[in-house]
């Protein structure tokens, strides 16, 4: 099946700190990836949708300058957060589909728990 | 608006059956899918509807109605693996996927 690859897994770091989380795509192309953030006990909020090549698309409320996404490659894209403070202490996670209709399940990376102190 | 209505916790014995709802209010529709995720993890892909009808998949089966903007994960012979928190999501015309609220499950023996 498709595996999709999140890394770091875990990262604690101080406040003012800028963090990289990359998410991969191994065995198959996604030409459009998905970044979520959830809160414990909470659903999947989308952050923004990642397409190769070109801007991210960011949902309302989602800070663009806060939240970097990149999609270097039709097997790559990164989320960026910047400047991190306590309030963006979060489970992100990210997700791509093999190809585009409603029928292709999104598979989603395993996830990075970010904890700003 | 956009949302997805689940209810927020759902327990069960072992060897049970347990259904859960959600119904749905989305500007677009593309089909009702259901994932698993377990506490730390991420969601895993359960099953998908995009028509009216019964999905059977092994011991989990879900069910979806358009015209009532309604679905239901059914899941048969509980086993307590099964505790984890299930969310529905309606994959809209821009291939996003907008998630429910959550339901949790808890399973005793």
């Known amino acids: 099946g498709a595996v999709v690859s999140q890394h770091p897994s875990w990262v604690i770091c101080k406040s003012g700190t800028s963090v990289k989380i990359e998410c991969r795509s191994l065995d198959f192309q996604a030409t459009t990836m998905f970044w979520y953030r959830q809160f414990p006990k909470q659903s999947l909020m989308l952050m923004a949708t990642s397409n190769e090549g070109s801007k991210a698309t960011y949902e309302q409320g989602v800070e663009k300058d806060k939240f970097l996404i990149n999609h270097a490659s039709l097997t790559l894209s990164t989320l960026t957060v910047t400047s991190a403070h306590p309030e963006d202490s979060s489970f992100y996670i990210c997700?791509?589909?093999?190809?585009?209709?409603?029928?292709?399940?999104?598979?989603f990376g395993d996830g990075t728990r970010l904890s700003i102190l | 608006g956009q949302s997805l209505e689940q209810p927020s916790e759902v327990t069960a014995v072992e060897g049970a059956i347990v259904q859960i709802n959600c119904t749905y209010q989305?500007?677009?529709?593309?089909?009702l899918s259901w994932y698993q995720q377990h506490d730390g993890g991420a969601p895993t892909f359960l099953s998908y509807n995009a028509l009216d009808g019964l999905e059977e998949t092994g011991r989990f089966s879900s069910f979806l109605s358009r015209s009532d903007s309604y679905g239901y994960l059914l899941l048969q012979e509980l086993q307590m693996k099964d505790s984890a928190s299930y969310f529905c999501a309606v994959r809209d015309n821009t291939d996003k996927l907008i998630f429910g609220t959550g339901t949790r499950l808890q399973v005793f023996p």
């Open positions: 997700s791509g589909s093999e190809s585009q209709g409603g029928n292709q399940p999104q598979h």
């Open positions: 989305t500007s677009g529709f593309y089909g």
